[in-house]
């Protein structure tokens, strides 16, 4: 077992570990207050019917996630105390997720098994800080704001363990960088989390005074939030699409090979990734990728085969240039315009994303050259040969890397 695989290993394990004994001991146990189980039952699976499966969400089930919070931290029922535990939140948590994930199971939408692990393992957390204080008694010395601040504090730490854990899991699996993977996830959190953690810190209290009617009332806001974060991603498909068809223009021109600027934009996302960017950088390095040979559109005569890197560096400058006026009347970021006029620069002197686009671009254009298996290998060591000169070294061996994760076996290096 390889380290990297080690956290999604002891993750999972640890899920299932705990699924297993906590619906040992609720079925030993038996099931306290079941209509405030099935209740919180329902509205967990609710959510998870209606997730969402956008790969750019860090939640894609919301109400699910305040339903399971909220029942963590429920102490009374319409001024009656509760006498669920750890177990039964567990329990009843797992029952409701893997009903509400059937369909999406089915469709084969999703990574399920991650999403279960975080959520149980986040519910388990919760429950475990707040349940036995209460049931302690020692919850009834917190009166007002204490009691208030109490809550928060748990939701806050339970949303930073959810952090920590879908970073480790995504690092495991993709073996991307675990510092900016958790930057991107706590940024995340800011968003549709912050929903999530005020819908689970008002639940519980007003279920607490008016009973289980406050579920539907504290869950409207909710949803409602939900659609509005699906119609928001829903614009951004669009205007990922919009610069997508932008790109290929240069295809359909003629200038440059059917599917160069995707192949690009790809391959650069995936070194970006490798080098630490944070999501917005990825979005800006993507779209600049998808949009670097758009200036050929200004010139008379194609380049052959649009290999751009085989010019004079006067000529790709100028090129660079025209492409980051075309981007600027397109309306897109002004960062993607710089990163396009920029890649034909001296690479000390550019961004980062620049000196991204142009090792891909000419490792792409390179590989086109160099027709056969031998080809991807060849055009490794001709860009590591003009590091000195052209490419940055850490980019050019952040590409290697990736591509030997895709299957490639490489070469020694120095």
């Not at 010395?141 to 854990?165: N, R």
């Not at 005569?301 to 397109?330: F, K, M, N, W, Y």
């Amino acid at each position: 077992m390889t380290a990297c695989r080690l956290p999604l290993v002891l993750a999972h394990g640890s899920a299932a570990f705990l699924a297993a004994g906590s619906l040992a001991l609720t079925l030993w146990r038996g099931l306290e207050e079941p209509a405030v189980a099935l209740a919180f039952g329902l509205l967990v699976a609710a959510g998870e019917l209606s997730r969402w499966s956008g790969s750019d969400e860090r939640e894609p089930a919301p109400l699910g996630a305040a339903g399971a919070l909220s029942y963590a931290l429920l102490g009374q029922n319409a001024g009656q105390p509760t006498h669920h535990g750890v177990p039964q939140v567990v329990t009843v948590v797992l029952a409701a997720a893997l009903v509400g994930c059937v369909p999406h199971v089915a469709r084969g939408r999703g990574s399920t098994a991650d999403h279960l692990t975080r959520r149980l393992l986040t519910v388990a957390f919760a429950a475990v800080c707040f349940q036995p204080v209460y049931h302690r008694g020692e919850s009834h010395a917190w009166d007002g704001p204490a009691s208030a601040l109490l809550v928060v504090t748990l939701l806050v730490l339970t949303a930073l363990c959810d952090a920590v854990l879908a970073a480790a899991l995504a690092h495991s699996r993709t073996r991307w960088p675990f510092g900016p993977l958790l930057c991107d996830e706590l940024r995340g959190r800011l968003g549709i989390g912050s929903a999530v953690c005020a819908t689970g810190a008002v639940m519980s209290p007003a279920v607490a005074v008016v009973g289980l009617w406050a579920l539907p009332v504290f869950s409207l806001p909710l949803v409602l939030t939900q659609l509005s974060y699906r119609r928001y991603a829903a614009v951004r498909t669009t205007y990922r699409q919009t610069i997508a068809s932008l790109a290929r223009a240069t295809e359909i021109a003629g200038y440059t090979p059917a599917g160069h600027a995707r192949r690009v934009a790809t391959l650069s996302r995936a070194v970006g990734r490798d080098l630490g960017l944070t999501e917005p950088e990825l979005t800006v390095l993507e779209y600049a990728a998808l949009m670097h040979d758009i200036g050929q559109l200004s010139l008379v005569d194609p380049v052959p085969a649009g290999a751009t890197s085989t010019l004079p560096a006067e000529e790709q400058r100028r090129i660079a240039l025209l492409g980051g006026a075309v981007v600027r009347q397109t309306g897109v970021e002004a960062e993607v315009a710089v990163v396009v006029e920029r890649q034909a620069d001296p690479y000390r002197e550019q961004p980062v994303s620049a000196r991204i686009v142009r090792a891909v671009n000419a490792y792409e254009e390179m590989v086109r050259e160099e027709a056969g298996p031998g080809g991807p290998l060849s055009a490794l060591e001709r860009l590591r040969l003009a590091c000195a000169r052209d490419f940055e070294p850490e980019v050019v061996e952040s590409l290697a890397r990736v591509l030997q994760r895709d299957g490639l076996t490489l070469p020694a290096v120095g």
